[in-house]
C-alpha cells in the first residue's frame, strides 16, 4: 500500500530554519517525481516544490532561494529544508507523489496528511 | 493563473453541480486536474487529464474541456460531495493551483 507521511512541523520565529520530512512507503522516492504543496490556513493549495526521478529541482518564485528539496535514497525519505522563514510562510506543508507520463497526464496521486508549520515569533 | 468559479455553490441533494476553471494561457488538457478537499483532510485526486477518473472515483464526477476552459461536473449530488474543489495544470516544470469552489449541499 502506498503511503506518505510528514513530519517536523512546529513553531519558528520569523526568520529562523526548519526541516520537513516525508516518509515513504510502498513505492521507491528515488524513481517518481515528488512535491511539497502548501496552504496555509483557510486558504488555498499552492505547489512550493519538486524533485523528478533524474534529480532536477524546481521551486515557487516564492520560496525559491530560501527552500531545498532533496531525498535520501536509502532511507526513502523527502526533505524540504526552509530556511529565513517569514509569517507568510505559516501553512500545513503536504508531501504528494506525481503520476506522470510526459504527453498523457500529471496529477498527484498520493497525498500525505499534512504538518504544520508556523511562523511566529 | 488558473480561475474558479463560482466561488461557493450551494445545491440540494440530487441536483447536478458544474464548477468551472478558466485558465489565463492554453493548458494542454493531458496535464489538467481536479482535486476534493473536505475540511481537515489532505486533498484527493478527482479527474486527471481533464476526464479520466482517477482510482476509486464514482462515475457521478466527471471532467471535460479544452485549451483554456474546463469543468468538473458532478451528477446526482450526495451530502459527502460537500467540500472545496479545485482544478491544477501542470507546465514547464511548474505546478498551478486555482483558488477553489466551495461545494455546500443544503
Known amino acids: 500500500e502506498v503511503q506518505v507521511e510528514e513530519s517536523g512541523g512546529g513553531l519558528v520565529q520569523p526568520g529562523g530554519s526548519l526541516r520537513l520530512s516525508c516518509a515513504a512507503s510502498?513505492?521507491?522516492?528515488?524513481?517518481?517525481?515528488m512535491s511539497w504543496v502548501r496552504q496555509a490556513p483557510g486558504k488555498g493549495l499552492e505547489w512550493v516544490s519538486v524533485?523528478?526521478?533524474?534529480?532536477?529541482?524546481y521551486y515557487a518564485d516564492s520560496v525559491k532561494g530560501r527552500f531545498t528539496i532533496s531525498r535520501d535514497n536509502s532511507k526513502n525519505v523527502l526533505y524540504l529544508e526552509m530556511k529565513s522563514l517569514r509569517a507568510e510562510d505559516t501553512a500545513v506543508y503536504y508531501c504528494a507523489r506525481e503520476d506522470f507520463k510526459s504527453g498523457s497526464y500529471s496529477y498527484f496521486d498520493y497525498w500525505g496528511q499534512g504538518t504544520l508549520v508556523t511562523v511566529s515569533s | 493563473v488558473l480561475t474558479q468559479s463560482p466561488g461557493t455553490l450551494s445545491l440540494s441533494p440530487g441536483e447536478r453541480a458544474t464548477l468551472s476553471c478558466r485558465a489565463s494561457?492554453?493548458?494542454?488538457?493531458?496535464?489538467l486536474a481536479w482535486y476534493q478537499q473536505k475540511p481537515g483532510q489532505a486533498p484527493r485526486p478527482l479527474i486527471y487529464?481533464?476526464?479520466s477518473r482517477a482510482t476509486g472515483i464514482p462515475d457521478r464526477f466527471s471532467g471535460s474541456g479544452s485549451g483554456t476552459d474546463f469543468t468538473l461536473t458532478i451528477s446526482r449530488l450526495e451530502p459527502e460531495d460537500s467540500a472545496v474543489y479545485y482544478c491544477q495544470q501542470y507546465g514547464s516544470s511548474s505546478y498551478t493551483f486555482g483558488q477553489g469552489t466551495k461545494l455546500e449541499i443544503k
Open positions: 487529464s481533464a476526464s
Open positions: 510502498g513505492f521507491t522516492v528515488s524513481n517518481n517525481y
Open positions: 494561457q492554453r493548458v494542454s488538457a493531458s496535464y
Open positions: 524533485i523528478y526521478s533524474g534529480g532536477n529541482t
